[in-house]
């Protein structure tokens, strides 16, 4: 079964950092570029970043760029998301998924994880 | 960036049909995929490359896309297609490609 699982959310006081992990199983991790999504509470979904298969490539929407960091390790089946400089407005549940290779639809996504940026 | 436009809320009794739009600069040029997220869950894909079907989804949920506007159909709408509903492209000439539109409320009278 193909499957993703978050992990790392939780809270954090602004300007602190968090890492966040996604552990993929089911299928050849290093064969598909994965996304990190979130969602603020109550709030649509808002694209975060991206990364190639082979690591090598990335994007980042505008308002992360510059202070979160997505990698992978294809060797443990794992994505990253490195967030640093924490605002109130990066709290949200926060979604890896796996597209449709090339179309980047997202088929698979994990449950997700809710990280909280509060004093 | 580019950028998609959505209702906010779309309501439709039983039985009927819903049309869900998504607006963007001559979308009709790229892909197109659908999703529905229920309260607490995490969304899920039901139409992808405009008009394609995921295994496991109603032949119900159907979508179209030309000139500035893709649309999601989902006929003879039952009470458990009540969801948040949000279309989504790839713009692979921008440096932030990842685009979601503000998603619509999809309202079962």
């Known amino acids: 079964e193909v499957q993703l699982l978050e992990s790392g959310g939780g809270l954090v006081q602004p300007g602190g950092s968090l890492r966040l992990s996604c552990a993929a199983s089911g299928f050849t991790f290093s064969d598909y570029a994965m996304t990190w999504v979130r969602q603020a509470p109550g709030k649509g979904l808002e694209w975060v970043s991206a990364?190639?298969?082979?690591?090598?490539?990335?994007y980042y929407a505008d308002s992360v760029k510059g202070r979160f960091t997505i990698s992978r390790d294809n060797s443990k089946n794992t994505l990253y998301l490195q967030m640093n400089s924490l605002r109130a407005e990066d709290t949200a549940v926060y979604y890896c998924a796996k597209p449709i290779s090339p179309l980047y639809a997202f088929d698979i996504w994990g449950q997700g994880t809710m990280v909280t940026v509060s004093s | 960036s580019y950028v998609l436009t959505q209702p906010p809320s779309v309501s439709v009794a039983p039985g009927q049909t819903a049309r869900i739009t998504c607006g963007g600069n001559n979308i009709g040029s790229k892909s197109v995929h659908w999703y529905q997220q229920k309260p607490g869950q995490a969304p899920v894909l039901v139409v992808y490359?405009?008009?394609d079907r995921p295994s496991g989804i109603p032949e119900r949920f159907s979508g179209s896309n030309s000139g500035n506007t893709a649309t999601l159909t989902i006929s003879r709408v039952e009470a458990g297609d009540e969801a948040d509903y949000y279309c989504?492209?790839?713009?692979?000439?921008?440096?932030?490609?990842?685009?979601f539109g503000g998603g619509t409320k999809l309202t079962v009278l």
């Open positions: 990364i190639s298969g082979s690591g090598g490539t990335t």
């Open positions: 490359d405009d008009s």
């Open positions: 989504q492209v790839w713009d692979s000439s921008s440096d932030h490609p990842g685009v």
